[in-house]
């Protein structure tokens, strides 16, 4: 080979290489002369350059499926979903790292928000016994005499309407009674209204536990309590009123020679008789009784 120009064959496969044609190959001789020498290179070289060039072209489209699955991957997250995850060949390489750590992240991630969600959701649960709470202290307090404990007159008349209501609509019985606890302002005069709120107190519940759950008690204003026995005839209405009115008898208050005695007027409700109408009748009945000497049951 002379020093001032390439042979033929190699200036060939240079330019081949130049061209991207790396599949292209000089013929060897095999007899380890020149010519065969620089085939044998060009060769070579072409052979470790189409390597590079397949291995760069297989990583960017592995690269690219890649990145199209990472955008996958995170807008499934971006709606919500954090079991999702990148699939691995676990070769170890660049790749296969970011792929890791996108699943990693992705599974932390979902346990952050999930914790959050846990967090909020018993913030939530919290606030919502709270307000159910302070929504049924204010109906308490609304409809509930703060003394007795039962209900307060205009909250017992709407429960009593209801009740008559429905006895009207199934023609069965509904009884109201009118009760007062007697000597009332003897209690006060000579105990104290310590005493007086005592005696009203326990009178109430005597009278409560003497009563089913689906009767009405409540508070009519001074010593006064009304009770509404639905599905009640006057009879059993008369038998439980009277066991009531017993147990009144036997409540003792905190000054020992102070004593309690209740008496009461009782009514079956008439066919198209107004609620105002029976408890004006009740009424009549408990001061009948009141007349006829307290501590007792007037049955009108």
């Known amino acids: 080979m002379s020093d001032d120009k390439l042979p033929p064959m190699l200036v060939d496969g240079l330019l081949k290489l130049c061209e991207g044609d790396f599949e292209h190959r000089l013929p060897r001789t095999g007899k380890r002369d020149e010519e065969d020498t620089i085939a044998f290179f060009v060769n070579s070289i072409g052979a470790e350059l189409g390597h590079i060039i397949e291995r760069t072209r297989a990583q960017e489209e592995r690269l690219s499926r890649l990145v199209d699955k990472l955008s996958e991957a995170l807008l499934a997250v971006a709606a919500g979903n954090f079991a999702v995850q990148v699939e691995r060949d676990f070769s170890g390489d660049s790749a296969d790292v970011l792929a ?22 018993q913030e939530k649960a919290r606030l919502e016994e709270l307000v159910a709470e302070r929504t049924a202290a204010l109906e308490r307090l609304a409809t509930t005499d703060v003394l007795t404990g039962a209900l307060n007159r205009r909250r017992f008349l709407e429960l009593a309407e209801q009740e008559l209501a429905r006895a009207a609509r199934y023609r069965h019985p509904l009884c109201l009674a009118m009760l007062d606890l007697d000597h009332f302002k003897s209690i006060n005069d000579r105990f104290g209204h310590a005493a007086g709120d005592e005696a009203l107190r326990a009178v109430a519940d005597v009278v409560r536990g003497g009563l089913r759950t689906v009767d009405l008690l409540g508070r009519y204003g001074g010593e006064e309590l009304m009770v509404a026995l639905p599905e009640t005839n006057r009879d059993a209405a008369s038998i439980a009123l009277e066991r009531i009115r017993t147990q009144v008898a036997l409540i003792r208050l905190t000054p020992p020679d102070a004593s309690v005695r209740v008496s009461g007027g009782l009514v079956e409700m008439l066919a198209g008789e107004s609620l105002e109408a029976g408890l004006r009748r009740a009424d009549a009945a408990l001061y009948q009784a009141k007349r006829s000497g307290r501590n007792r049951l007037i049955v009108a």
């Open 100 to 121: 890791f750590l996108v699943n990693n992240t992705v599974t932390e991630l979902g346990m952050f928000v999930a914790e959050a969600q846990r967090k909020a959701d």
